[in-house]
Nanobody, 121 residues
Framework: QVQLVESGGGLVQAGGSLRLSCAAS????????MDWYRQAPGKQRELVAA???????SYADSVKGRFAISRDNAENTVYLQMNSLKSEDTAVYYC???????????????WGQGIQVTVSS
């Protein structure tokens, strides 16, 4: 009943920018956390950035100063603005959302399908 739609990926040259979007829809009462993970070839999936409902953000050291996570609570959407992209940023990026369903006292977790970001050198 909950869907995540990711968009904004693609192919860019090093130094360029992309903005990823993840829109959550369905029976969502409240979103607790919205995160972006990525998995590069030959590497483990890692947390890239996270944002709480209060707007507190955190970033992996490798992207600090280059990436910015934000959210639009009215649209249940999280964004990842990626600037000064490097070839090392090439990965599949996954949106992750922890939320409370409408009328239910529990917390659910949902993963996006993943979106490819490729940075050419």
């Amino acid at each position: 009943q909950v869907q995540l739609v990711e968009s904004g990926g693609g192919l860019v040259q090093a130094g360029g920018s992309l903005r990823l979007s993840c829109a959550a829809s369905g029976n969502i009462f409240r979103i607790n956390f919205m995160d972006w993970y990525r998995q590069a070839p030959g590497k483990q999936r890692e947390l890239v950035a996270a944002i709480t409902g209060g707007g507190m953000t955190s970033y992996a050291d490798s992207v600090k100063g280059r990436f910015a996570i934000s959210r639009d609570n009215a649209e249940n959407t999280v964004y990842l603005q990626m600037n000064s992209l490097k070839s090392e940023d090439t990965a599949v990026y996954y949106c992750n959302v922890q939320f409370q369903p409408v009328g239910v006292w529990r917390e659910d977790n949902k993963w996006g399908q993943g979106i490819q970001v490729t940075v050419s050198s």
